[in-house]
T-cell receptor
Framework: DAGVTQSPTHLIKTRGQQVTLRCSPK?????VSWYQQALGQGPQFIFQ???????QRGNFPDRFSGHQFPNYSSELNVNALLLGDSALYLC?????????????FGPGTRLTVT | AQSVTQLGSHVSVSEGALVLLRCNYS??????LFWYVQYPNQGLQLLLK??????LVKGINGFEAEFKKSETSFHLTKPSAHMSDAAEYFC?????????????FGTGTSLTVIP
């Protein structure tokens, strides 16, 4: 059973550029959440997608946008990159069933902005 | 709003000693509580979770945690530390409302195990 996968593993971008990160959820899961984890910090919630719509959003600017496809995979897009966007970006998948809402995390994409 | 406080950003224990990692939460609704472990350059792995029912929950690798509502705590323990337990540990809280399950994470505790 494949877990959550993310691509690419590492990415280096220049300030002002745009980046797209990709996530495939665990088999059978229908919800994808994205988190930003700065060095030495805990993950911060960016947004969550369910049924191809943004369901909930954290305190991140509109430069951060996303998309969910019919196969439940998801993309995170960040425009006009800033040095402060350098972080590990984690994708988590879950299943909206029952009340446990357990989230499974992928290995992350390490984004470095220079 | 929900929040998590992890006391002690760094904890060191000797191999074989008790591991105690502290977590206090704030939640306006009955919380769901989680502990995750993160090894270097990896994602987060679920150790254990509390949703409802028994307040003492057991997880993988010999870890357990007890939900204490009166103390708003969910401390993680393990009777005997192994070298392989060295990692970063995150406590997280999620609300139980059906409006999306945003997780709120603490800032993490780095566990060092001394041989």
């Amino acid at each position: 059973d494949a877990g959550v996968t993310q691509s690419p593993t590492h990415l280096i971008k220049t300030r002002g550029q745009q980046v797209t990160l990709r996530c495939s959820p665990k088999s059978g899961h229908d919800t994808v959440s994205w988190y930003q984890q700065a060095l030495g910090q805990g993950p911060q919630f960016i947004f969550q997608y369910y049924e191809e719509e943004e369901r909930q959003r954290g305190n991140f600017p509109d430069r951060f946008s996303g998309h969910q496809f019919p196969n439940y995979s998801s993309e995170l897009n960040v425009n006009a990159l800033l040095l402060g966007d350098s972080a590990l970006y984690l994708c988590a998948s879950s299943l909206v069933q029952g009340v446990t809402y357990e989230q499974y995390f992928g290995p992350g994409t390490r984004l470095t902005v220079t | 709003a929900q929040s998590v406080t992890q006391l002690g950003s760094h904890v060191s224990v000797s191999e074989g000693a008790l591991v105690l990692l502290r977590c206090n939460y704030s939640s306006s609704v009955p919380p769901y509580l989680f502990w995750y472990v993160q090894y270097p350059n990896q994602g987060l792995q679920l150790l254990l979770k509390y949703t409802t029912g028994a307040t003492l929950v057991k997880g993988i690798n010999g870890f357990e945690a007890e939900f204490k509502k009166s103390e708003t705590s969910f401390h993680l323990t393990k009777p005997s530390a192994h070298m392989s337990d060295a990692a970063e540990y995150f406590c997280a809280v999620s609300d139980s409302q059906d409006t999306g399950n945003q997780f709120y994470f603490g800032t993490g505790t780095s566990l060092t195990v001394i041989p």
